[in-house]
């Protein structure tokens, strides 16, 4: 994960009170990634859920489009300081991939298929919080920003909505993912400005 794309930069255009502190709005959709765009197909594609005593849960493409679909519209917010508001996805939430799955972790790790790792509290995934997303704006989820499905958890900092998400390990003590190693947050909450280690 070599290559950092143009999308770490944006415009500054002003602010208003929905935005967390440190942030600016932008009504573009920056695209920003820690490495090339892997091509996913729907043929081949997979998420799955594993918990803490290795017991697993898998979708296919075609099953997880016949899960209930939500269409949730939220703010998000990037660590690079620009927010976007009112964003349109449609998606299964994470409630319903959780509902049958039997584990007592408080964190997760988000792998992709590009090899990405992210971590999060369990809870930020529960309770109408978070959604495995397949469409942006009413149409297919491009790969660019993550298609054909990423993780949507737009209580934290973009970086934790992994992108191309492929796979849920659900952990019992919190673990760092890519980014967090390498000096982000492990929590991640924009109105906390919890950017860097630290913070």
């Known amino acids: 994960m070599a290559i950092v794309s143009k999308g770490f930069t944006g415009k500054r255009r002003g602010n208003e009170s929905r935005t967390p502190p440190g942030q600016y709005l932008t009504d573009d959709f920056p695209v920003l990634s820690a490495g090339p765009t892997p091509q996913v197909h729907t043929e081949r594609w997979q998420f799955s859920i594993v918990t803490e005593m290795g017991d697993k849960r898998q979708w296919n493409w075609n099953e997880m489009l016949a899960l209930p679909a939500e269409k949730?519209?939220?703010?998000?917010?990037?660590?690079?300081?620009?927010?976007?508001?009112?964003?349109?996805?449609?998606?299964?939430?994470?409630?319903?991939?959780?509902?049958?799955?039997?584990?007592?972790?408080?964190?997760?790790?988000?792998?992709?298929?590009?090899?990405?790792?992210?971590?999060?509290?369990?809870?930020?995934?529960?309770?109408?919080?978070?959604?495995?997303?397949?469409?942006?704006?009413?149409?297919?989820?491009?790969?660019?920003?993550?298609?054909?499905?990423?993780?949507?958890?737009?209580?934290?900092?973009?970086?934790?909505s992994a992108k191309w998400v492929e796979k849920l390990t659900l952990l019992v003590r919190d673990e760092p993912g890519f980014w967090e190693r390498n000096g982000y947050h492990d929590y991640g909450d924009p109105w906390q400005e919890q950017r860097y280690q630290g913070d």
Request: glycine content about 8%.
């Open 72 to 160: 949730p519209t939220v703010d998000i917010h990037c660590v690079t300081k620009w927010s976007k508001l009112d964003t349109t996805w449609r998606g299964v939430s994470l409630d319903t991939l959780l509902s049958d799955v039997d584990t007592t972790a408080t964190h997760v790790m988000a792998h992709g298929f590009d090899g990405y790792t992210t971590n999060l509290p369990l809870d930020e995934l529960r309770q109408g919080k978070a959604w495995l997303a397949y469409e942006f704006d009413g149409k297919p989820l491009h790969p660019e920003h993550g298609g054909p499905a990423r993780l949507l958890v737009p209580n934290l900092y973009f970086w934790k």
